[in-house]
């Protein structure tokens, strides 16, 4: 066994489906990877339906594990136990992936000398496009990532999407796995573990390739566009970012970022407005405001 998927899921199983139709049309031989669905405490019908999925695909290497700690960490630490794989693939249960995709990672990791990898994030409206999304709203809520049609070494400036990652099995050996602080628990919109663990990564001297061949399409439902989804995100990303320099001990580091960033966005909101798109300055100061509510509140 070359290469898992592992799939974290609560109570997400319409999506989840749509999910691993996409993960059974892929051209890779099929004897070589696996599927790992984490049911992380789902109180929908999800074990029925991948039951009845893996039944009609015999095919294909698939099995759900338990993880009953709430929490993604905990969940994607599972399946880093559970899989057999020697290189794991995170993807999410609101994404479907291009039928090339596991042979990409498979070709980055046999043959450009991958440790650790990601590929491209597209993004996928089940409705249409809001007005007031603007590049800087979108990358909160669906993280895209394209970074050309090259495999390249990807700079230390940029994260990869947590939708669409991979390490060689070794990395949580020598890194260690995600931190169980960080991460979304249930509904709570909390974020963070990803960023966590390639910057311990990233500080010892480990490269990240980035492939564009293996392509994770987001989609984001008409619920996750609503008002009280995008506070409720914005405020969890703020936590989260107060919760990493809490670890790493950089807190006035990241006061004095957020309060650059909050005169940025104020200067870039009166740029829409000047040029006749309001809504988009409003939300982008919205999403502002509770990102700065989560940084600096005790």
Request: hydrophobic share 40%; proline share 3%.
């Amino acid at each position: 066994m070359e290469l898992s998927i592992i799939i974290s899921t609560y109570d997400n199983a319409e999506s989840l489906m749509r999910t691993l139709a996409s993960v059974a049309k892929q051209d890779a031989d099929k004897k070589v990877w696996e599927c790992v669905i984490v049911n992380n405490n789902s109180t929908d019908d999800t074990a029925e339906r991948v039951a009845e999925f893996a039944k009609q695909n015999p095919d294909l290497n698939i099995r759900l594990v338990d993880e009953p700690q709430q929490g993604l960490s905990y969940a994607r630490n599972r399946g880093i136990v559970e899989s057999k794989g020697q290189v794991l693939v995170f993807i999410d249960d609101d994404e479907t992936i291009n039928e090339g995709f596991v042979s990409a990672y498979l070709d980055l990791f046999r043959n450009h000398g991958a440790f650790v990898g990601a590929g491209a994030l597209k993004v996928c409206y089940d409705t249409a496009r809001p007005k007031w999304m603007s590049h800087y709203t979108e990358k909160m809520i669906a993280n895209p990532l394209d970074l050309g049609n090259e495999i390249i070494t990807m700079s230390s400036k940029i994260t990869p999407t947590g939708g669409n990652m991979a390490f060689n099995r070794e990395v949580f050996r020598l890194y260690g796995n995600f931190d169980t602080n960080l991460g979304r628990k249930g509904s709570d919109l909390f974020g963070g573990e990803e960023n966590d663990l390639f910057k311990r990564i990233r500080d010892l001297g480990e490269r990240v390739f980035y492939t564009p061949h293996a392509i994770a399409y987001h989609h984001i439902a008409e619920y996750k566009l609503s008002p009280e989804y995008f506070d409720k995100l914005s405020y969890g990303v703020g936590v989260s970012k107060r919760l990493r320099a809490e670890k790493f001990d950089t807190v006035e580091e990241l006061f004095d970022d957020e309060n650059a960033k909050r005169r940025y966005t104020m200067l870039l909101a009166i740029f829409y407005a000047l040029t006749f798109r309001p809504q988009k300055a409003k939300w982008l100061m919205r999403m502002r405001n509770g990102i700065s509510k989560g940084v600096f509140e005790e």
